[in-house]
C-alpha cells in the first residue's frame, strides 16, 4: 500500500484529495518507483518527476486520423493490463 488517506464529507475529485494531503511531495521526495495509476490522476506524472504513469491522454476529440485511434488505444490496453492486477488486489469483495 503506498497511500491510504481518511475520508472527507462531500465530493472531491481523487487527485485533488491526494494534493491537498501532500502526495506530490511523498511520491516526490520518496524512493524513485513507477506508480500505475488511473486517468483520474492524469497529470501527476509531470509533478512526480514521471514515477506517476497514468493511461495515455486522447490528442483528439473528433476527426481522430485512424493512426493515431490505434495508436491510442494499443497504449491505453497495454496500461490496462499491467494496472489490472494492481485493480484486483485492491477491490472489495461483493
Do not use: W
Request: with cysteine.
Amino acid at each position: 500500500m503506498l497511500f491510504c488517506s481518511p475520508s472527507r464529507p462531500g465530493s472531491c475529485a481523487d487527485i485533488t484529495h491526494a494534493r491537498q494531503l501532500g502526495l506530490v511531495g511523498l511520491l516526490t521526495d520518496g524512493p524513485a518507483v513507477e506508480i500505475l495509476a488511473d486517468a483520474g490522476y492524469q497529470g501527476l506524472g509531470t509533478q512526480t518527476g514521471g514515477r506517476v504513469i497514468t493511461p495515455p491522454h486522447r490528442k483528439f476529440k473528433k476527426n481522430r486520423p485512424e493512426a493515431c485511434e490505434e495508436t491510442h488505444e494499443r497504449r491505453r490496453k497495454a496500461h490496462s493490463s499491467r494496472r489490472i492486477r494492481v485493480e484486483h488486489g485492491t477491490a472489495s469483495p461483493t
